[in-house]
């Protein structure tokens, strides 16, 4: 997760105090914003059709690399100055940033504009807390309310900073054909280059049946495909004594009344077994896409990475998967310029993309993150080697992708319509179960619909072509 950093905007309908909501990182803090827009609007309040409008402006935060932290400062620096009716807006900082210490610090010392600074475990607050916000006047010297927790966690356990959320709160989610169910909070891997496991917390799966009744509950309201959400999904209930697993999981999903595709986001390659793997082949609803996140291809940096698995570990779940589903799709994560990654190690990485053929990867350069291990370590790679090595491994991984999306052309491939396609007027497009984006030129489909559509067109982020006949 974690792959975009951009700002998307969700929006509400309307009353007296206005709020706006900006999301930046994962799916995760998506699905945190349709619960906090849930919130607000049982509270009374409304939405903003526009930022300038709102009395209330959340920016829901991503810690994952320092590129995601920039652009919320530089966003806080744009709006801090916004007045409605010569008022300022209450500004919340909420999400992964929240946790930590140094934006703590840095709110008290530099951004006192500020009013609420709230972590992912307590989103169910902040309807609450802007209402003392706002209660508070600003010549009582600003209203400051911090709602963080950070303490240092070297090891998993639950505390201040797990996000467990109370079950049964409301959500606002975006109507379409896709939603999310989080089926588990935090993460327990400590990845020596990740700060997730420090800022969302020790990982803690929620119940079996919650999970069974909001997947029910969407699919009644006229959802087909369903993302299950967790940053290392396939330890599903391993945490909870007597809990059904992951492949229980998903075999239970399957059978739920009008689900079309259930899909899931992020498994662990070390934790990938083979009753996963027969899960996803037996399971009708389930998609045949494995996203895999690699993350380096040199043993030596893998080791050093905490990741728990080797080159050949590695290869061998390829193999397993593409043995028992072979039209499966494999897409990945890899990072570059690792502390330490040498050449050589960096070689080994282009070699692997190379023998597995991804059909896709989010490729990022190493960001140093305060508190984890790989901070700390000696030899970090310099800027340009690593921006070089970016760019040498986007050209190879590209390369590949178009070559596997050229293979199919000619063939007809089944999507579910998603929306209207923006770049084409008068079709539609959708994914293939393998989750490639295809645009179905002149069909008149609705979201929802399964359609099949002739590949004549391929690049390296789509596939395009008629209705099959
Ligand atoms: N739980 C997910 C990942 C969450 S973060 C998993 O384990 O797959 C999403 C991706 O961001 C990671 O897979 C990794 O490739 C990347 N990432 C995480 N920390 C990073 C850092 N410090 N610098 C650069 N990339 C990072
Ligand atoms: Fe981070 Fe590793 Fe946990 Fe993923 S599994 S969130 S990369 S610590």
């Known amino acids: 997760m974690g792959g975009n950093e951009n700002a998307r905007a969700v929006r509400v309908t ?36 526009d930022i300038s409008e709102a009395d209330v402006i959340i920016l829901n935060t991503c810690a994952v690399r320092e590129s995601a932290e920039s652009k919320v400062w530089s966003r806080f620096g744009k709006i801090r100055s916004m007045r409605r009716g010569g008022k300022p807006p209450v500004l919340v900082l909420a999400g992964c940033m929240a946790q930590l ?56 356990s639950r505390d201040e900073s797990t996000q467990l959320l109370p079950e049964g709160l409301p959500r606002r989610s975006i109507p379409g054909v896709n939603a999310y169910v989080t089926i588990m909070y935090g993460c327990d ?3 020596s280059y990740c700060v997730v496991p420090y800022v969302r917390g ?18 009644e309201e006229g959802y087909k495909e369903i993302t299950l959400l967790g940053q290392n999904v396939n330890a599903y209930g391993l945490d909870v004594p007597g809990s059904p697993d992951f492949p229980a999981l998903l075999r239970a999903l399957d059978k739920t009344p009008g689900l079309l595709r259930l899909r899931y986001f992020t498994s662990h390659p070390r934790d990938f077994t083979q009753e996963m793997i027969e899960a996803v082949r ?38 397993r998967v593409r043995e028992a589903i072979p039209e499966a799709s494999i897409t990945t994560d890899i990072i570059v310029g690792f502390p330490g990654e040498t050449e050589e190690d960096f070689q080994d990485t282009l070699d692997m993309v190379r023998k597995c ?40 991984q590209g390369a590949i992708t178009r070559d596997i999306n050229a293979s199919c052309v000619g063939r ?12 084409e007027p008068g079709s539609v497009k959708g994914r293939t179960r393998t989750g490639k984006m295809v645009i179905a030129t002149g069909s008149k489909a609705s979201p929802g619909d399964l359609v099949n559509v002739r590949i004549v067109e391929y690049g390296t982020w789509y596939l395009k072509g008629p209705v099959a006949p």
């Open 14 to 49: 309307s009353q007296d105090l206005k709020f706006y909501i900006e999301t930046y990182g994962c799916q995760m803090n998506e699905r945190d914003t349709e619960t906090i827009a849930g919130l607000l609007i049982k509270e009374g309040m409304s939405q903003a059709m």
């Open 357 to 396: 053929r991804f059909d896709g990867a989010f490729t990022f350069i190493f960001s140093p993150r305060k508190g984890t291990a790989a901070y700390r370590m000696k030899n970090q790679v310099d800027k340009k080697t690593k921006s070089l090595r970016l760019q040498e491994l986007v050209e190879v």
């Open 202 to 219: 020790p990982q803690v799966s929620r119940s079996f049946q919650a999970i069974l009744e909001e997947t029910a509950r969407l699919c």
């Open 412 to 423: 007809d491939m089944e999507i579910l319509v998603e929306s209207m396609a923006e770049e």
């Open 101 to 156: 210490p140094e934006t703590a610090e840095r709110v008290k010392s530099k951004a006192p504009y500020i009013s609420v600074l709230t972590g992912p475990g307590f989103i169910h607050e902040i309807p609450q807390l802007v209402r003392e916000a706002m209660a508070k006047k600003p010549e009582d010297g600003g209203h400051k309310i911090l709602k963080a927790v950070t303490p240092a966690r070297t090891a998993a």
């Open 282 to 319: 037996d399971c009708p609803t389930v998609c045949e896409h494995f996203h895999l996140p690699l993350q380096s291809g040199s043993d030596r940096i893998l080791k050093a990475m905490n990741r728990g698995y080797s080159r050949d570990d590695y290869l061998r779940l390829v193999e």
């Open 189 to 191: 891997n400590f990845c």
